[in-house]
């Protein structure tokens, strides 16, 4: 077979030296623009799977390269003046440099045809071959020639980074987070050979541009840079290479080949520099391009093989680098967490590694991180062992909660207390008969619930268990049949017995819904005293705490979302109108609701459907709500219209609270099905929530049992 | 964990007595269902009259569409057949329902392509109103309405999962790929507050035998799925074809949390029933057919 290779990088090299290796009766070319000793960038890094791979593939390249590895363990962070120190993660690196001749010269020892400083200016001038593979990176020709048949998507990063090299020996994987006159600057740098390291600066665009970085030279780019970061080079120079500040642009192909034409590596995909995964992908591609084609005569079966195999594996890594450059272009907003909680949250940045793997990494670290977290950073309090996160205690207000975890038993079910858990949540409780979603709704209005009530909550507090109630409006909700497990007719209206409805606009929930009446200005004062009303009977009911459902498509909720109020007076249009009568009732009940006991907002975060409540107008929402003295937020989303759509699975709200967290600077409890204390404690330690409501075992699938 | 097994009313050129041949030795073996899957453009039964027929011929064994593609249907028509079905059957069917991948069945059926999503949530609510407000369909309530379950794996169907139907059918793959649906399944019952957890159904083909039954195996399974283009040579890879391999699948689904399993035969020799009846015999993870018999019984 002739078989023609553009661009001469690690991917295109590897998979000449694979497929000439498999089958020496192969014609192997190999095209490239550059010289054979001119190479962009400084050091690559592998992990120890892909060092595996890699021996399989061909051991005598894998011997050259991995003499002169580099290999470390460890990750050093840099965090307000601090050095923090996580070893167990293995990475070897090596010179770009070393890695291009080591496999050059393994293709001229096979006869690969290695034709350098040679432009391919357009694809039909090249010769006839069997198969073209194009590897000739992120701008690639053949790409860019056939756009119809590969459908390329590129998406640019918000961030700006510039690629240099540092003569400094370094032991660790390095990052390094710099506050300056003009904003955050991050460092991720890393060794590739005995005296040189990679050193990436990266900083958001507006600090770029605060700081002249677009007007500056590289010469001087690396002057700011060394200043900047003169405490930790500690006299080592940078050095740049054709080094530009540049946005990350994440490249995805509905296809990867067409014909007899193939993408391999950044031709195809692209995946965020700091999870250090772009050559190594190149060559994992070009391994299994090598041998789909050695197990498949058949060319288009082979070339369907290669993407097969590979599509699953580079999404799934795609996945992982658009959260970790989702994490690198908002750093800033994780600087007001304590550096154990940065720290964690930038090692578990991914959502790959969780604390039992860090714990397993690295005991010392995760010790450490439990300390903090149990004294809350101070390095005053003395403890001898420290719980992990899921067991620390968390004072709120007045209230004191023996450990994070949080249930909250259906409001159908009978009302029993969950052993382990900190805080019991109770409810949704309707303020009003009116406000009931479903006629066994159990309420604070009435006097022979509220008496339960007591009990119940007195029987609670003989264990160490808080209680909370929420209190809730169903609005255009209401009047609908119980949810139950078969048969479902969630929100179908009562056939009898059904009360009128109000909402914010006068919108049914689904067509076969009662039509609400839009709430009036009396009414809406008729509600809040339903809501200090029932506030004040929790309280004398013993409730510790206090939330007020604004979420859900309930009544509240109703007012913030665009879709369900259409108002056009004082409570509708902008999101400070849509948020005016919410805000007025929780400022209602933070008059009768006492000061000492926790009051927070169960808010919605998002509607899941296009042209709804998005994430910043919550983030603008808890902000006010904050300003009226609200202490906590439970992040929620959906259910604002019947057809919205959430990407659920394990902690699918767990995003929201990090940025709510984060961002507003508030205590967060988070639920949306997290199962587990590792999950639990994951989130807790990387600062992204306060409080867990767990799923308890009831709802999720079978417990192991021990056959009788 | 259940497992049930596939009729093969979609393997060409299979014959009407040799289904009910098949349904009548899964009636007798330790099967908790029959299974079906719909294809309009192919060489198959329609698969409410192949269960119909099943019904008949069967006593105790439950009834499954695997599934049925709704938005190509007549919602009240379809909503009349299942309920018909549970009726006669006495309350042996769970209905499974989803939107389909093949624009060429949209096509021989007339309907149209576009906006199937949003029609096919409208199918749901509207399926459920039928069955409760007994306008069409049998009267007698002896049995209520099917239990309904639905297929897909876009972001929407979880959701429409728990706000419309008792399940979800999981369309295949290994265990891990459930497992991921599964969790979403659960996340989104929990948030929608519905008692309980959702049915849980996965699926798998399998090939018992020699080389040439394999073979065969594999050729239909890619002829089935040519539709998906090279996908279908993923699917064809995941063929069982060892008792081991439904072993493993099987335990594999079971530790995830399944309630039951439909294993499709892509070969409608006798034998392959033999086969997989000793090959899922005695095995820890799968519940008894005594105990799957009970009509009724809560699944999980």
Redesign the interface.
């Known amino acids: 077979m002739y078989i023609t290779i553009l661009g001469a990088g690690p991917a295109g090299l590897y998979c000449g030296l694979l497929l000439k290796k498999a089958n020496p009766s192969h014609h192997v070319r190999i095209l490239e623009r550059n010289p054979p000793d001119a190479t962009y960038g400084w050091g690559v890094v592998f992990s120890d799977r892909t060092l595996a791979a890699f021996q399989e593939a061909d051991f005598k390249s894998y011997k050259a390269i991995t003499s002169r590895f580099v290999l470390w363990d460890a990750i050093d962070t840099y965090y307000r003046g601090e050095l923090i120190h996580c070893s167990g993660h293995v990475f070897a690196g090596l010179a770009r440099k070393v890695l291009l001749t080591t496999l050059q010269e393994r293709c001229r020892e096979l006869g690969v045809l290695l034709a350098f400083s040679t432009e391919v200016e357009r694809l039909e001038s090249l010769a006839p071959a069997d198969l073209v593979i194009a590897a000739d990176g992120v701008n690639s020709l053949a790409r860019r020639t056939h756009e119809a048949a590969f459908v390329p998507r590129i998406s640019p990063g918000t961030a700006r980074y510039i690629w240099l090299g540092a003569d400094k020996t370094l032991d660790a994987f390095t990052f390094i987070f710099k506050e300056s006159e003009y904003g955050l600057f991050q460092v991720h740098s890393y060794p590739f050979s005995g005296d040189r390291s990679t050193f990436i600066v990266e900083c958001a665009e507006d600090v770029w541009r605060r700081a002249g970085l677009e007007q500056a030279s590289e010469q001087e780019s690396i002057v700011f840079c060394e200043r900047l970061f003169a405490d930790e080079l500690r006299g080592a120079r940078l050095y740049s290479n054709n080094s530009k500040w540049i946005n990350f642009s994440t490249l995805k192909c509905a296809h990867w080949h067409t014909g007899n034409l193939v993408l391999l590596g950044d031709a195809a995909h692209t995946a965020h520099f700091s999870i250090g995964s772009g050559t190594k992908l190149a060559m994992e591609d070009a391994i299994a391009l090598a041998n789909a084609i050695e197990q498949y005569p058949d060319l288009e079966r082979a070339l369907t093989e290669y993407e097969l195999t590979r599509r699953p594996i580079v999404e799934l890594l795609q996945g992982a680098a658009a959260e970790s450059q989702g994490y690198f272009e908002h750093t800033q907003r994780f600087t007001t967490l304590p550096s154990a909680q940065f720290s964690f949250n930038l090692l578990t940045r991914s959502k790959r590694i969780t604390y039992d793997d860090l714990r397993l990494r690295d005991p010392r670290y995760i010790e450490w991180v439990d300390r903090s977290f149990a004294t809350c950073g101070s390095q005053t309090e003395q403890i001898t062992f420290a719980p992990p996160p899921v067991f620390t205690s968390l004072a709120l207000g007045g209230l004191s909660l023996s450990n994070r975890i949080v249930t909250q038993p259906s409001a159908e079910r009978t009302w029993t207390a969950q052993a382990g858990a900190g805080l019991e949540i109770y409810g949704p409780l309707a303020v009003s008969a009116d406000g009931r979603a479903t006629p066994n709704q159990p309420g604070l209005y009435d006097a022979d619930h509220s008496a339960t009530l007591r009990a119940q909550v007195d029987s609670l507090h003989e264990t160490s268990i808080k209680v909370c109630a929420v209190l809730n409006h169903a609005g255009r909700r209401g009047a609908s049949r119980a949810p139950t497990a078969s048969a479902s007719l969630l929100d179908r209206p009562l056939v009898t017995g059904a009360w009128p409805l109000v909402s914010a606009s006068a919108l049914p929930y689904t067509p076969r819904s009662q039509t609400p009446s839009e709430l009036t200005r009396d009414a809406m004062r008729a509600v809040i005293e339903q809501f200090t009303s029932a506030a004040s009977v929790a309280d004398a009911r013993g409730f510790d705490m206090l939330l007020l459902h604004m979420a859900q498509g309930y009544l509240l909720a109703s007012f913030l979302s665009p879709l369900t109020n259409q108002r056009t007076d004082d409570f509708g249009g902008s999101l400070a109108n849509r948020m005016r009568f919410p805000l007025e009732v929780f400022a209602a009940v933070r008059e009768v609701w006492p000061r000492q006991k926790p009051l927070g907002v169960a808010l919605n975060c998002h509607d899941g459907v296009k042209g709804g409540l998005t994430l910043d107008d919550a983030v603008a929402t808890a902000a006010s709500l904050k300003a009226l003295g609200c202490d906590l937020i439970q992040p929620m989303a959906g259910q604002t219209t019947p057809e919205a759509s959430l990407p659920y699975g394990k902690a699918f709200l767990a995003p929201l609270a990090e940025r709510i967290r984060t961002e507003v600077g508030m205590v967060t409890l988070v639920g949306g099905y997290i199962t587990t204390t590792n999950e639990a404690n994951t989130l807790l330690a990387g600062g992204r929530a306060d409080l867990i409501l767990m799923t308890p075992p009831s709802s999720r699938h079978a417990t192991p049992q021990v056959k009788g | 964990m259940r497992v049930s097994v596939g009729l093969p009313s979609t393997i060409p050129g299979c014959q009407g007595r040799v289904l009910l041949e098949w349904a009548r030795r899964a009636d007798a073996g330790p099967f908790s269902a029959l299974a079906v899957l719909d294809r309009i453009v192919y060489d198959s039964y329609d698969p409410l009259i192949a269960l119909a027929a099943v019904a008949g011929a069967t006593t105790r064994i439950r009834l499954a569409t695997n599934i049925i593609i709704a938005p190509i249907r007549n919602t009240t028509l379809l909503a009349r057949s299942a309920a018909s079905l549970q009726t006669i059957s006495g309350g042996r069917l769970s209905l499974g329902v989803a939107i389909g991948a093949r624009q060429e069945d949209y096509e021989a059926t007339g309907a149209p392509f576009a906006n199937r999503s949003r029609r096919f949530?409208e199918q749901l609510?509207e399926l459920?109103?039928t069955?409760?407000d007994k306008r069409v369909g049998p009267s007698s309530a002896e049995f209520?309405?099917p239990?309904?379950l639905l297929g897909g794996s876009?972001?929407?169907v979880?959701?429409r999962v728990?706000?419309?139907?008792?399940g979800y059918m999981h369309g295949g793959g290994p265990p891990r790929a459930f497992a991921?649906a599964?969790?979403?399944?659960?996340?989104?019952?929990?948030?929608?507050?519905?008692?309980?957890?959702p049915i849980?159904w996965g699926q798998g083909y399998f090939a018992l035998g020699g080389d040439d039954i394999i073979e065969e195996g594999h050729r239909y399974v890619r002829d089935y799925y040519s539709f998906t283009g090279?996908?279908a040579?993923?699917i064809a890879e995941g063929l069982l074809t060892t008792p081991q391999a439904i072993a493993q699948f099987l335990r594999g689904y079971a530790d995830?949390?399944c309630g039951e399993v439909a294993l499709f035969p892509t070969s409608a020799g006798p034998d392959q029933l033999t086969r997989l009846i000793d090959a899922v015999s005695g095995l820890?993870s799968v519940e008894s057919a005594a105990h799957a018999a009970e009509v009724g019984h809560p699944c999980?």
């Open positions: 949530t609510s459920q109103s069955w409760e209520g309405p239990r309904l876009s972001d929407a979880f959701g728990a706000r419309y139907a008792d991921r599964a969790d979403k399944a659960r996340a989104a019952w929990l948030d929608l507050g519905r008692p309980g957890m849980l090279p996908f040579e993923k995830a949390g820890a999980t």
